[in-house]
Antibody, heavy 118, light 110 residues
Framework: EVQLVQSGAEVKKPGESLKISCKGS????????IGWVRQMPGKGLEWMGI????????RYSPSFQGQVTISADKSISTAYLQWSSLKASDTAMYYC???????????WGQGTLVTVSS | QSVLTQPPSVSAAPGQKVTISCSGS????????VSWYQQLPGTAPKLLIY???KRPSGIPDRFSGSKSGTSATLGITGLQTGDEADYYC???????????FGGGTKLTVL
């Protein structure tokens, strides 16, 4: 059974760093792109970027380029999304998804809620 | 404001049919495949349609997708109260070299 399990909810202060994770199982992790999607409270889905785990070259939406870093450790079938300096506007639910293609996620993680507040 | 335009809301009675539109441009829908997602309250999105009109395993044939030019449409027949959710279209934008979603449509089954 394909599963993507994300790390737990986080509460951080502005300026702090954060790295959330997404562990894949039930499939060959290095054979599918992994994507990240943001959903701000009460808002729609936003495509952030994707990465092929067997490749060190993530692709980012222009809206998120330079704001976050996507990475992966294929040895433990885990993808990551990280911030070096969080802002209150980063408060959102973040989802990872296994990608059928560059924009279609067929299996999704349960989401990680990130709250940034002073 | 999303580059892909969806109606904010649609409604229909149980058993009826509803369609949800997604309008884009030649740089996105016009030259790329479209996907559709269902997001039930408090849950992660679920893929309903990919490659314009294909259904993943387990998705009932009550859900269908089509594309014409720079617009795509999701159709749902035999509406059930359990279909009440937010629905999103998604595709690739070749100009931005990025994926994108529509703004979402809230379906109410009256």
């Amino acid at each position: 059974e394909v599963q993507l399990v994300q790390s737990g909810a986080e509460v951080k202060k502005p300026g702090e760093s954060l790295k959330i994770s997404c562990k894949g199982s039930g499939y060959r992790f290095t054979s599918y792109w992994i994507g990240w999607v943001r959903q701000m409270p009460g808002k729609g889905l936003e495509w952030m970027g994707i990465m092929y785990p067997d490749d060190a070259d993530p692709r980012y939406s222009p809206s998120f380029q330079g704001q976050v870093t996507i990475s992966a450790d294929k040895s433990i079938s885990t993808a990551y999304l990280q911030w070096s300096s969080l802002k209150a506007s980063d408060t959102a639910m973040y989802y990872c998804a296994r990608q059928l293609d560059l924009w279609s996620g067929d299996y999704w993680g349960q989401g990680t809620l990130v709250t940034v507040s002073s | 404001q999303s580059v892909l335009t969806q109606p904010p809301s649609v409604s229909a009675a149980p058993g009826q049919k509803v369609t949800i539109s997604c309008s884009g441009s030649s740089s996105n829908i016009g030259n790329n495949y479209v996907s559709w997602y269902q997001q039930l309250p408090g849950t992660a999105p679920k893929l309903l349609i990919y490659d314009n009109n294909k259904r993943p395993s387990g998705i009932p044939d009550r859900f269908s997708g089509s594309k014409s030019g720079t617009s795509a449409t999701l159709g749902i027949t035999g509406l059930q109260t359990g279909d009440e959710a937010d629905y999103y279209c998604g595709t690739w934008d070749s100009s931005l070299s990025a994926g994108m979603f529509g703004g979402g449509t809230k379906l109410t089954v009256l």
